[in-house]
């Protein structure tokens, strides 16, 4: 989810999180490439668009973050993950849906013979493949994608291949792309809790008077007092918020496993995925 979008749409965000329950993870708050940032400008980025989804769902804190542009070198995802305890996620294939409104862009069948040869060519280590939603034919060429699923999955069953299956980015991780809990230390699409229903932990991340501090000589965080304002937020973020009380490290984990598909959308509804 991009913070500023769910700003300005609160109502197709909570059609998201709660009636189509869609798992929520962080696109930064203004969609910039996230390496030309200085540390406190990537700190702000992320903290704030992890602060209004922690707000706008019941006290949930995102387990995975996707860059805008894929771009995200070594100490963004330090940042990213030993100050907010987020997983960078980076596809493996890209649609080039986002082109087709552009000139010379791609086109419909072009996505779809990309789409064909990506589910009958290798399945390991599997597909995390970029989709967006911006416009009517990228949504279609989404839609357009399941019958190529079923059509490759059935080819495969008579080479003795399991079918693909459709399963979340946080399942990909966590180990539950069967349908039962996973095991790992990337259990559930949040933080603090197993998904959009489920019971939450009590994390705050500015609620306290605390503020992240982050050197743009070094990756060193430390916690350190800040005023508040009258509406009990932080002030200096774009709607008075501002970083997060503590930081929470969570390792890094493989995105690839055998037969998996995922497509990584720019848009509120955030991000899907396919499994053997």
């Known amino acids: 989810m991009i913070g500023a979008n769910i700003l300005g749409n609160p109502q197709m965000f909570l059609r998201a999180y709660e009636e189509l329950e869609d798992d929520i993870a962080v696109h930064t708050w203004t969609h910039r490439h996230m390496s030309t940032l200085t540390n406190r400008q990537l700190v702000a980025d992320l903290g704030w668009t992890l602060q209004i989804i922690h707000d706008s769902t019941g006290g949930r804190v995102p387990q995975y973050w996707r860059p805008p542009f894929g771009d995200a070198d070594n100490r963004v995802r330090a940042v990213a993950m030993h100050v907010f305890g987020m997983t960078t996620v980076i596809w493996n294939q890209d649609s080039q849906d986002w082109t087709m409104a552009a000139p010379g862009g791609t086109t419909l069948p072009?996505?779809?013979?990309?789409?064909?040869?990506?589910?009958?060519?290798?399945?390991?280590?599997?597909?995390?493949?970029?989709?967006?939603?911006?416009?009517?034919?990228?949504?279609?060429?989404?839609?357009?994608?399941?019958?190529?699923?079923?059509?490759?999955?059935?080819?495969?069953?008579?080479?003795?291949?399991?079918?693909?299956?459709?399963?979340?980015?946080?399942?990909?991780?966590?180990?539950?792309?069967?349908?039962?809990?996973?095991?790992?230390e990337h259990e559930g699409w949040y933080q603090n809790s197993w998904n959009n229903t489920a019971p939450v932990d009590d994390v705050d991340i500015i609620d306290g008077g605390y503020a992240a501090?982050?050197?743009?000589?070094?990756?060193?965080?430390?916690?350190?007092?800040?005023?508040?304002?009258?509406?009990?937020?932080?002030?200096?973020?774009?709607?008075?918020?501002?970083?997060?009380t503590q930081s929470v490290s969570i390792n890094s984990a493989t995105v690839g496993k055998k037969g998996v598909w995922a497509t990584v959308g720019l848009g509120l509804a955030g991000v899907f995925t396919l499994v053997l």
């Open 110 to 184: 072009a996505i779809q013979a990309a789409f064909t040869r990506w589910l009958n060519g290798p399945r390991n280590p599997g597909l995390i493949v970029l989709q967006h939603e911006i416009t009517a034919d990228d949504v279609t060429a989404f839609i357009n994608m399941y019958p190529l699923i079923a059509a490759a999955s059935e080819a495969g069953r008579a080479q003795g291949l399991e079918p693909w299956r459709v399963v979340s980015v946080s399942q990909l991780f966590d180990g539950s792309a069967d349908g039962t809990q996973g095991s790992s």
């Open 213 to 244: 501090s982050i050197s743009d000589a070094s990756l060193t965080a430390s916690a350190t007092p800040t005023s508040r304002a009258a509406n009990g937020t932080v002030p200096g973020g774009p709607t008075g918020t501002t970083i997060p």
